[in-house]
């Protein structure tokens, strides 16, 4: 089972409203603090302006697979496997740990395009590899399954382990998520996670607008409905403090 399929973000308290916790991997509540407003953790606009230097070292580590000597069903072995160390890293609570498994994942399967004779794998970001593979008649239907699959939780879990940092990146998590829902435009966690990560970015539109979707996917959601308040109680905030400045 991978994370994307058991790991909840749960909230513990936003601008004095308590949000309930999600399930954690055993399925018992628990509480955490990714989603605190910005004004409570006043060192993540700070991690941001320095490029998230805690996800950065955690794939920087990681080196380019040489894998142009592989066959194909080998590189699709070891980015399953990758993914499944990152999958029991996150399980573990090693978070860096589990950063770097995925983005060797994805370094994987960016070399795969190399073994499958693409010459530009090599300029190439690695949510841009997939293209190549299905086009490939070196692999199977069902590893070319195997592979988009794996890549949408690579970035699904990577946001969740984000969440988790002491000093949460959002812009990276938008960007995960982002990449997941190009993908599969109607993923909940997705949905749910990009809404959080405008909000504590401070772009609250554009977040009502994914808390919404996320609504639509699972309406009786208590965190969600939770943020669509905290959501439109910022927009309210901000345009009374507009009408106000313009008087």
């Known amino acids: 089972m991978s994370v994307n399929q058991t790991v909840y973000d749960g909230i513990s308290r936003v601008d004095g409203v308590t ?27 700070r991690y941001q302006q320095h490029g998230g ?14 894998s142009e000597r592989s066959e194909p069903a080998d590189v699709v072995k070891r980015a399953i496997d990758f993914k499944t160390q990152g999958t029991q890293c996150y399980k573990d609570k090693k978070y860096r740990e589990a950063i770097g498994k995925y983005h060797r994942a994805l370094l994987e399967m960016k070399g795969l395009c190399r073994v499958l004779g693409d010459p530009d794998a090599s300029s190439k970001s690695p949510s841009s590899v997939l293209p190549t593979m299905t086009k490939s008649d070196s692999l199977t239907d069902e590893q070319k ?26 812009e990276r998590v938008k960007e995960y998520c982002l990449k997941v829902l190009r993908k599969e435009g109607d993923h909940f966690k997705a949905l749910y996670r990009s809404g959080v990560a405008y909000y504590h970015l401070g772009d609250f539109h554009k977040a009502l607008h994914y808390l919404k979707e996320s609504h639509k996917q699972q309406p009786a959601d208590t965190n969600v409905l939770r943020y669509i308040q905290l959501t439109e109680m910022k927009i309210r905030r901000s345009a009374q403090k507009e009408k106000k400045e313009s008087t």
């Open 19 to 45: 949000v309930t916790g999600g399930l954690n991997i055993s399925g018992t509540p628990k509480l955490q603090q990714c989603a605190q407003p910005p004004g409570n953790r006043p060192r993540d606009a």
């Open 145 to 170: 399954g195997a592979m988009e699959n794996a890549e949408l939780e690579c970035y699904n879990s990577l946001a969740a382990c984000l969440l988790q940092m002491e000093l949460v990146n959002y």
């Open 53 to 66: 230097r805690q996800h950065q070292h955690a794939s920087s580590a990681v080196k380019p697979p040489n």
